[in-house]
């Protein structure tokens, strides 16, 4: 899947002359955390609402409320912006978004094009929701974990028990164990509100099943 399937496209913009006061107002107006700031179609920045508190009087000051908002009606976008910005083109795939956005610590990426023309944003809130469809998450279901060799042919056999049991595989994601290079964890989405007689199966078949967290003791 690309970002430019799941990307916001009809976004809330300013300009660089935009009044900080203006876009705290938008902010709170649309319930965003960032806003971003372009010149013409060109991507110049992004404002958050840390940028506008952190560019704000300290709540310990003795400004009134309407000083405050003074000082923020003369202050511009392009004082305050952040414009070192990490971003994607509508070509990249979740994957790799969802990975610079773990690397980079933002909340999300601006999507451009060409010259850094603006055309979407795409962010963790987005990330999450192409992760829960995967799983299956919106659909009747029920999940199963297991312990897998990485052996070839063991996907082909959990999928052969399951179906032989008269179900269907939702959703089926792998990982590759961190302590151990030949393992894995699978976890398996079957189209079933109770997975006892498949658990039951599958340890009767030399499988692992892991679905239940236990801590060490």
């Known amino acids: 899947m690309f970002v430019g399937r799941r990307m916001t496209r009809n976004l809330i913009t300013v300009t660089p002359d935009t009044s900080i ?3 705290k107002n938008l902010l709170k107006e649309y319930n965003i955390d960032q806003v971003p700031v372009v ?4 991507l110049a920045g992004v404002i958050t609402d840390k ?3 952190d560019n704000s009087a300290s709540p310990a000051s003795t400004l009134s409320v309407h000083e405050l908002n003074y000082l923020l009606s003369e202050m511009k976008a392009r004082e305050v912006m952040t414009k070192k910005l990490y971003t994607v083109s509508p070509g990249t795939t979740i994957e790799e978004a ?3 956005i773990n690397e980079k610590r933002v909340n999300s990426l601006p999507v451009v094009v060409n010259n850094d023309e603006l055309v979407g944003i795409i962010t963790t809130c987005d990330m999450l929701n192409v992760l829960l469809e995967f799983m299956g998450m919106d659909t009747p279901s029920s999940r199963i974990e297991l312990a897998l060799s990485s052996d070839m042919g063991e996907i082909e056999k959990i999928s052969s028990i399951i179906n032989s049991m008269g179900l269907t595989i939702m959703s089926i ?3 590759i164990s961190s302590e151990k290079s030949d393992a894995r964890t ?3 989405r079957v189209n079933t ?6 658990c039951k199966v599958f340890k009767e078949s030399g499988y692992k099943v892991t679905t239940e967290y236990k801590v060490d003791k």
Not at 39 to 42: A, I, P, S, V
Not at 193 to 198: C, G, I, K, P
């Open 186 to 188: 699978t976890v398996i």
């Open 21 to 23: 006061l203006k876009i």
């Open 39 to 42: 010149e013409g179609k060109r």
């Open 173 to 175: 994601v792998s990982t």
């Open 51 to 53: 940028d506008i508190r």
């Open 98 to 100: 969802t990975k610079l």
């Open 193 to 198: 509100d109770d997975v006892t007689d498949l």
